[in-house]
Each structure stands twice: as C-alpha cells, then as structure tokens.
C-alpha cells in the first residue's frame, strides 16, 4: 500500500512539474520574441503567473547586454537606448502596442465608443504620443540610472517584473469587457491567489536581497519595492476605472506605464548621483 501512494505521489509530481513547465515556455513564446523548438511541449493555460519572472528574466538579460556593451566603450546614452530598442524587439512591441491602442480609446469622449476605437487596427496621434513618452521615460531613466551607484540590474528586473505583476492583478481583480480577444483567456484560466503570489514572492525577494546586498541603501529600496507594488497596483484601478474593466490592450498599458514608473521613481529616490 506504501509503494503505491510512493508511486502515485511521484506520478502526481512528474505531472505537475512537466504542466509547469510547459506553461512557462508558452509564457516565453507568448510574452517575447525569443524563438523556441517547435517540437517543446507548450501549454498556454495559465501562462499569466509566469508572466512577472519572465519580466525578471528579461531584466537580467537586457542587463548583461548593458555590460558587454559597456565593455566595448559604448556610451551611457548609447547603450540606454539600445537597452530599449532591444527592450521593445525582445517583446514584439506587445505592450507598448497596447498602452497605444488604449491612449487612443481613452481619447475618445464618448465611453460606449472607446473599445471601438481600441479596436482599429491604426494607430492615432494620442496613441503614438504615448508610444513616444514611455520610450523616451524609458530611455533617460536608464540613463540617470546607468550613472548611479546602484545596480542596473536591480531595476532592470524590478521594472519589467512589477510591470507584469501588474497586468496580473488587472486579470486577477477586474472583468475583462470582451468575449473575445488575445487576454480572453488569462482571464479564463487564471487562479486566485497562486497565480498572484509567483510573481509577488519573487519581486518582493528581490528587493529583499538588493537591501542585504547594499544595506546603506535599506530604505530607499525597500520604498522602492512597496512603491513598485503600488504602482502596480494604481495602473490597473485606474485604466479599470476609465474602462470599467479591461482588455489585451489596457493589459499592455498596465505593463508599459509601471515599466516607466518605476524607473523614473529609481531616479527619484536619492539611488543615484
């Protein structure tokens, strides 16, 4: 009887740890342009838990660009808006796409008529002036922040993470307003509240270790960390609040406005020189 529940156990394990990982590498393939064998195992069912590590993953990864560009004698603002330009290839332009679409919907003054204009498939002025002051946030933040005397890394990872921790909560606690769409389905399979704490538990580990690792910083990393959080947070009350609830496009505008936030607020905070 003991060797059958062993084995039960370990089949029960081996199943969820291959569910597991399948849905993470469909969150890769979803969330980022980054190529994958076709003949991997992807599942896109709850996808959107993994979406806050993937955002760290990115984070560190853009970071090791930064480093190896640095050590070929690129610039500070150079590589500042390479970081962004390889930012926005590395995720199709997913988000920023997005954050437009729904600056054009909000645009419009007539409520029952926005989803419509999000809908268009061409982008307007209000859309395109967005799309140009995260870019533009993005790249003089990173720039301040290349100067500073706190790692790159750090903020890197802590932006792209609580940007899509972010867009979990938008799925998690608000209605998604159409039957159909590319977000439909985060909404359908998402579980409250594990498919919240992966991405909260990292993030706020994270700054966890970034406070042990520069102790005379404590407490502007810490306000950082809950800063980041709430930011997180005021994106999706917010767009749910014009919208009364939200789309694959308000998903992306959560992810591309904390992105911007948090690392405007970094330079901010007395983290650099």
């Known amino acids: 009887m003991k060797q059958l529940q062993v084995h039960q156990w370990i089949k029960w394990l081996k199943k969820c740890s291959l569910s597991c990982l399948g849905s993470f590498l469909g969150g890769v393939v979803f969330y980022t342009s980054l190529p994958l064998p076709s003949s991997w195992s992807l599942h896109f069912e709850r996808i959107a838990r993994w979406a806050p590590v993937i955002g760290c993953a990115l984070g560190a990864g853009l970071t090791l660009i930064n480093f190896g560009l640095g050590v070929l004698g690129v610039p500070d603002l150079t590589r500042s808006v390479v970081l962004v330009v390889l930012w926005l290839q590395l995720t199709n332009g997913l988000h920023l796409d997005g954050a437009m679409d729904t600056a054009d919907g909000l645009a419009v003054l007539t409520p029952n008529r926005r989803l419509e204009v999000m809908q268009d498939s061409h982008t307007g002025a209000f859309g395109v002036m ?144």
């Not at 270790?209 to 306000?223: A, P, T």
């Open 130 to 273: 967005v799309g140009v002051i995260i870019l533009l946030l993005k790249t003089v933040a990173l720039y301040d922040l290349s100067r500073g005397d706190l790692p790159l890394l750090w903020g890197l990872m802590g932006a792209a993470g609580w940007g899509r921790w972010g867009q979990v909560c938008a799925i998690a606690f608000y209605p998604y307003l159409k039957p159909t769409g590319k977000g439909a389905f985060h909404k359908q399979y998402f579980r409250s509240p594990q498919d919240l704490l992966i991405g909260f538990l990292v993030l706020v580990g994270l700054g966890l270790l970034q406070i042990y690792l520069n102790r005379e910083k404590w407490l502007g990393v810490l306000i950082c960390t809950i800063a980041g959080m709430g930011l997180a947070l005021f994106t999706g009350w917010w767009f749910n609040r014009k919208l009364g609830g939200h789309t694959g496009d308000t998903y992306g505008a959560v992810v591309e406005w904390t992105e911007a936030g948090f690392l405007v607020l970094l330079t901010g905070m007395g983290l650099t020189e």
